[in-house]
């Protein structure tokens, strides 16, 4: 039988480092797929190869229903896609951020759309 996909999130794999944390969103390395952009940096000398955090904006959405909700979406859908993300970074350690930038509650395909463009975009910009 076919082996199932490890498919998780880890705790390891969250980013929770205040210093790297500044120094992504002062990153000139960005990825914009509306409704998300994408901004990360490289790391040389890491244990993990991928490191990521959600974030939406507390002046778009005041509720943190919404928000928390956003941000869901958008874990699942980059869990969904991690091996590709991985297969991706070609050894290279990454961590960043995942922004939301509408104003609008998203549904799920927009959120998976914007997320594949984004992998197609830092498959590229890795290449070279």
Do not use: C, W
């Not at 490289?42 to 959600?54: A, G, R, Y």
């Not at 990454?94 to 759309?113: C, M, R």
């Amino acid at each position: 039988m076919g082996e199932k996909l490890k498919l998780r999130l880890r705790k390891q794999q969250s980013l929770t480092d205040v210093k790297l944390i500044e120094l992504v969103f002062k990153s000139n390395h960005s990825i914009k797929a509306f409704p998300l952009i994408f901004s990360f940096n490289i790391l040389e000398n890491s244990d993990i190869n991928l490191q990521v955090l959600f974030s939406v904006s507390k002046r778009k959405f005041p509720k943190a229903v919404d928000r928390n909700r956003i941000k869901r979406l958008i874990r699942e859908s980059f869990r969904l896609r991690k091996p590709q993300f991985e297969a991706a970074l070609r050894e290279k350690n990454i961590y960043g951020a995942f922004i939301y930038t509408n104003k609008e509650l998203p549904d799920f395909q927009t959120i998976e759309k914007s997320m594949q463009k984004i992998l197609s975009k830092l498959d590229e910009k890795l290449r070279d």
